[in-house]
């Protein structure tokens, strides 16, 4: 398995104000392998990004000796397959089929996928739709996207989040292969399971399913978002994960998602999390 770390890591990541190029090399030198680079509407890798600019990050990580993992967005957040309005359901997916393009031209073949929110556990003001509505609206917006995807050779990978939707592991595994295709998958994260579930036990049933994985800890005492902690510092029992990865044949890219920044000194916290996962690989 190799060593990956989230663009949104680093400080500047969120906000999109991150150099890439500095953020590929600091990533190089804390020991990581690879970087999964984040999409958004602005931002040092905006959705209205041409091909040439894609092209020149490609080599630019070529340059520094480092993989592009995958690509991920906060976009959907914003607007997914189930927002409530057509408009914004529209919008999702028109930004869905350009970031399958911008994926392929970064020369990766995964794209974070959330296809739909039940509710936004960080936004109050974001209404809360029907879960039965939200299910009829994911499929039918990853429909619309997958001949894109399937065209450019991008997986959605299907992200289990903080949406009150795909809550177990078998009703993630019956949503991806209701598709039938191998260019759907999961993109699970470790952490995000942790309040309702036991990440080893939703990798056994997800199995082959399984495209890429986050990696991040959490206290389950504290239950909130301020549960995510430092990785070994929190409740993910790390010798079962990777064993059950091991089962399951799993040897792709395990990216940590390390946010929010430390206060002070938040670089620090890329060299922490690369001696870690060195730990938690028994590199």
């Known amino acids: 398995m190799k060593k990956s770390i989230s663009y949104w890591a680093f400080p500047g990541g969120l906000e999109g104000t991150k150099d890439i190029a500095e953020a590929m090399r600091e990533a190089k030198a804390a020991g990581f392998e ?3 680079l984040c999409l958004a509407d602005g931002g040092s890798l905006p959705l209205n990004a041409t091909q040439k600019e894609c092209e ?11 993989a592009i993992s995958s690509v991920a967005t906060g976009i959907w957040w914003g607007y997914n397959f189930s927002s409530p309005t057509p408009a914004e359901r529209e919008k999702a997916v028109a930004a869905a089929k350009k970031a399958v393009q911008i994926t392929r031209w970064l020369g990766t073949d995964a794209l ?3 296809p739909g929110a039940v509710d936004v556990f960080f936004n109050p003001s974001a209404p809360v739709l029907p879960y039965d509505t939200v299910m009829e609206r994911a499929k039918a917006g990853v429909k619309a996207v997958l001949p894109a995807a399937e065209e450019a050779k991008v997986i959605l990978a299907i992200e289990p989040v903080w949406n009150k939707f795909l809550l177990s592991p078998m009703e993630m595994a019956n949503f991806v292969d209701a598709f039938q295709s191998q260019w759907i998958g999961v993109y699970f994260d470790v952490g995000n399971v942790m309040p309702y579930g036991y990440p080893e036990q939703w990798i056994r049933i997800l199995g082959k399913r399984i495209r890429r ?4 800890d959490f206290k389950r005492a504290v239950g909130t978002a301020e549960g995510f902690c430092d990785l070994l510092e929190g409740d993910v029992n790390w010798p079962e994960v990777v064993k059950a990865l091991k089962e399951i044949g799993y040897d792709g890219y395990l990216t940590a998602e390390m946010i929010p920044l430390y206060k002070h000194h938040p670089q620090v916290r890329i060299w922490n999390t690369s001696r870690a ?3 938690i690989l028994g590199k």
């Open 112 to 114: 974070l996928t959330i």
């Open 213 to 216: 994985v986050h990696l991040k």
């Open 34 to 36: 690879a970087i999964e």
């Open 277 to 279: 996962m060195d730990a």
């Open 56 to 66: 020149k990050l490609r080599k630019q990580a070529e340059k520094v000796g480092i």
